[in-house]
């Protein structure tokens, strides 16, 4: 799928993802992070081409925290402050054509040493439907983190092409 088309699909999908992240209690999930994450800055210009996330479109917030750190897109000797928040929307387009909202994925840095299994980060996610989702952070999410991103931080970042700054 093309940049343009990618971004029609987003553009077609993200009041109603926006909306249905909102519904209903988030639980151990702090609420203000799903209410407030549009008022953030985009890493990306458009949707981020499938890879991880189950193969899903991406959308990455970063709070003012850590926006600018995030943005420098370093490979290595990253350092990204404590309070930093990325939320990423998610999206798939089927073999059929058919759009869908994916979860919502929440990354919350940490003090350090106050979560080493997980290079300091908290993960979260949110169902296209509102509702919390219980995963097991570590094998679901850290692992794959540091596996593939640990040389910088644990951060994965919008592929190049859609980068802001690029």
């Not at 008022?39 to 210009?45: F, G, M, Q, Y």
């Amino acid at each position: 799928m093309s940049e343009a088309d990618a971004q029609a699909v987003y553009d077609c999908l993200k009041g109603a993802m926006y909306e249905n992240y909102n519904k209903g209690s988030k639980g151990w999930i702090p609420s203000e992070f799903v209410k407030d994450y549009r008022d953030w800055k985009l890493a990306n210009t458009a949707p981020a081409a499938p890879g991880f996330h189950g193969e899903r479109y991406l959308m990455t917030w970063v709070n003012p925290t850590g926006y600018d750190a995030y943005s420098e897109f370093r490979d290595e000797d990253v350092k990204i402050p404590v309070g930093t928040i990325i939320v990423k929307e998610s999206f798939d387009v089927a073999e059929d054509g058919t759009a869908k909202a994916g979860p919502l994925f929440i990354m919350q840095k940490v003090e350090k040493d106050r979560s080493v299994e997980t290079i300091d980060w908290f993960y979260m996610m949110v169902s296209p439907a509102g509702a919390p989702v219980a995963v097991d952070v570590i094998s679901a999410c850290s692992d794959c983190h540091k596996d593939n991103f640990g040389h910088q931080g644990g951060l994965g970042y919008p592929v190049p092409d859609v980068r802001v700054g690029n």
